[in-house]
């Protein structure tokens, strides 16, 4: 199986986050995927690929203009975190580089430093690239990327998200197929909720209940789309600890709506924060049910791309991405 990553990710690595009323080490650093390529890397299934291009982010396709345009106009010299956030949407734009950042930031988990735009772009090249792969090919595709995408909105961003790299796939699949994405991070991905919420990509999304965890104000059930959209955002919410077996069960069913949909191409959101060791996860997962999560996907039997979320205990990483992955490969 191709596995694309973006050669400069590692230049985005801000030192802390603002989490849980304290400042703490940053949970999404760069070992992250080092760590995953590196296994790859070693195993004859997977041949890697690192992109070096970079594409200008004005092309994506997905985000608000404004926010997009202050992501590559920011000029600073240390990771920026606002302390302010624009709530009730103000148009007016400041001219303080932190408080442009807070029109359109959530959550003070997503530092913006020195390289981080340059990362996007390359991130964006990256995404592209997969996306030509799959579309001439139709074999699946893994692309091993940071900073994750699913919670960065239109015109929102946070959740160590900037910008919605499945969506970004997503909109460029469309042109030739349906497309659904399932993601199977351990939070809700309300950024892609958000950017399909009135569009007929089918989301489905099996997260921990909202109601206790981040993104707190997005994932309830009862959020199925709107317009166009009616009926194509499906939400599964689980309670903390779910084990294995109820989460197999209800993943399923989230394979039966798609499997109804007939989509061409299907993208996972995947987070390995479903996993039982993981700092920021609660789900009893273990690797054999990782391994059994990626077989019931397979079974689809369509093209799929799949695109890295979360996933924060770094020292298993390694093994996790490879039970997961094994059956696409
Ligand atoms: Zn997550």
């Known amino acids: 199986m191709r596995v694309f990553v973006p050669k400069i990710h590692g230049l985005h690595s801000p030192e802390y986050e603002f989490n849980d009323s304290k400042l703490i080490k940053y949970q999404e650093p760069p070992d992250r995927i080092d760590k995953i390529v590196e296994r790859l890397s070693i195993n004859h299934r997977y041949i890697v690929t690192e992109v070096t291009?970079?594409?200008?982010?004005?092309?994506?396709?997905?985000?608000?203009?404004?926010?997009?345009?202050?992501?590559?106009n920011i000029r600073t010299d240390k990771y920026l975190i606002p302390d302010t956030f624009n709530i009730k949407?103000?148009?007016?734009?400041?001219?303080?580089?932190?408080?442009?950042?807070?029109?359109?930031?959530?959550?003070?988990?997503?530092?913006?430093?020195?390289?981080?735009?340059?990362?996007?772009?390359?991130?964006?090249?990256?995404?592209?690239?997969?996306?030509?792969?799959?579309?001439?090919?139709?074999?699946?595709?893994?692309?091993?990327?940071?900073?994750?995408?699913?919670?960065?909105?239109?015109?929102?961003?946070?959740?160590?998200?900037?910008?919605?790299?499945?969506?970004?796939?997503?909109?460029?699949?469309?042109?030739?197929?349906?497309?659904?994405?399932?993601?199977?991070?351990?939070?809700?991905?309300?950024?892609?909720?958000?950017?399909?919420?009135?569009?007929?990509?089918?989301?489905?999304?099996?997260?921990?209940?909202?109601?206790t965890e981040f993104p707190y104000y997005w994932g309830y059930a009862e959020e199925s789309g709107e317009g166009e959209g009616y009926g194509y955002n499906v939400n599964i919410p689980l309670a903390r600890g779910t084990k294995r077996q109820d989460y197999l069960m209800a993943l399923r069913n989230a394979l039966e709506i798609i499997s109804g949909y007939s989509p061409t191409f299907l993208i996972l959101s995947l987070g390995l924060d479903i996993y039982r060791g993981d700092p920021l996860g609660t789900f009893d997962i273990d690797r054999d049910g990782l391994n059994e999560i990626g077989v019931l996907i397979r079974v689809l039997g369509v093209p799929v791309l799949i695109v890295q979320e979360g996933g924060y205990a770094i020292d298993e990483i390694g093994d996790n991405i490879e039970a997961i992955l094994e059956p696409f490969s």
């Not at 982010?57 to 404004?66: E, T, W, Y």
């Not at 950024?191 to 399909?196: A, H, P, V």
């Open 53 to 72: 291009g970079k594409e200008k982010l004005s092309k994506n396709g997905v985000h608000f203009d404004k926010m997009i345009e202050i992501f590559e």
């Open 89 to 211: 949407r103000i148009e007016k734009e400041p001219e303080e580089c932190s408080a442009k950042l807070g029109m359109y930031l959530f959550d003070t988990a997503t530092p913006f430093g020195p390289n981080t735009a340059d990362v996007l772009r390359n991130s964006f090249m990256t995404i592209k690239e997969a996306v030509n792969h799959i579309k001439k090919t139709k074999e699946n595709v893994y692309v091993a990327i940071r900073p994750p995408g699913h919670h960065a909105g239109y015109d929102f961003f946070g959740g160590y998200c900037y910008m919605n790299n499945a969506a970004i796939a997503a909109v460029r699949l469309k042109k030739t197929g349906k497309v659904a994405i399932l993601d199977i991070d351990y939070h809700h991905g309300n950024g892609t909720q958000d950017i399909f919420y009135y569009s007929d990509v089918l989301y489905v999304s099996l997260h921990a209940d909202p109601a």
